[in-house]
T-cell receptor, first 114, second 115 residues
Framework: EAQVTQNPRYLITVTGKKLTVTCSQN?????MSWYRQDPGLGLRQIYY???????DKGDVPEGYKVSRKEKRNFPLILESPSPNQTSLYFC?????????????FGPGTRLTVL | AQSVTQLGSHVSVSEGALVLLRCNYS??????LFWYVQYPNQGLQLLLK??????LVKGINGFEAEFKKSETSFHLTKPSAHMSDAAEYFC?????????????FGAGTRLAVHP
């Protein structure tokens, strides 16, 4: 089944404790992206990647890191989480430029930073 | 810069009634427009998309949207609401920036359907 998977689905952590949220897609898509969803703000892009070893900042990159060593994987790293990073996070992939192709979303990761 | 405004953060309708979710966009170039739906505890699923072909776009689950350039709108409609339509709906527009395309989302509209 074609899908985007994220792990973990739920995570409660404390300020400053490094964490990684994994994202994997099995559709051989070039384009991958991370979003955060906050009430009243919709989804905002954190980072995106156009292909292996090609990543760039989105609209809200502060406090996050990403890497793209393999085409299928695009982990999101929070080196020192803070409470304002409490949010719902989505990974997405698409086969080519996002503007003309559907983005496929993972199920989401709900993160709480205490 | 491209942007999206969804009018009404919450919409409530009765089962069988018309569903109308409003979306207005701002774009300096011909836009690509999307509607996504998010069911509880799930990711976003594409409902439909406009890519400069027909102005009336039909999507899944009986939804459709009409692109009106003069009004810069892309409202989502469904003639008869079903209980299973209760979800959050997001309108999105492409943003051409830095040599690539990305999606700019509206704030979302939560649809409630009452029996």
């Amino acid at each position: 089944e074609a899908q985007v998977t994220q792990n973990p689905r739920y995570l409660i952590t404390v300020t400053g404790k490094k964490l990684t949220v994994t994202c994997s897609q099995n559709m051989n898509h070039e384009y991958m992206s991370w979003y955060r969803q906050d009430p009243g703000l919709g989804l905002r892009q954190i980072y995106y990647s156009m292909n292996v070893e090609v990543t760039d900042k989105g609209d809200v990159p502060e406090g996050y890191k990403v890497s793209r060593k393999e085409k299928r994987n695009f982990p999101l790293i929070l080196e020192s989480p803070s409470p304002n990073q409490t949010s719902l996070y989505f990974c997405a992939s698409s086969p080519r430029l996002a503007g003309v192709s559907e983005q496929f979303f993972g199920p989401g990761t709900r993160l709480t930073v205490l | 810069a491209q942007s999206v405004t969804q009018l009404g953060s919450h919409v409530s309708v009765s089962e069988g009634a018309l569903v109308l979710l409003r979306c207005n966009y701002s774009s300096s170039v011909p836009p690509y427009l999307f509607w996504y739906v998010q069911y509880p505890n799930q990711g976003l699923q594409l409902l439909l998309k406009y890519t400069s072909a027909a102005t009336l776009v039909k999507g899944i689950n009986g939804f459709e949207a009409e692109f009106k350039k003069s009004e810069t709108s892309f409202h989502l409609t469904k003639p008869s609401a079903h209980m299973s339509d209760a979800a959050e709906y997001f309108c999105a527009v492409t943003s051409f920036s830095g040599g690539y395309n990305k999606l700019i989302f509206g704030a979302g509209t939560r649809l409630a359907v009452h029996p």
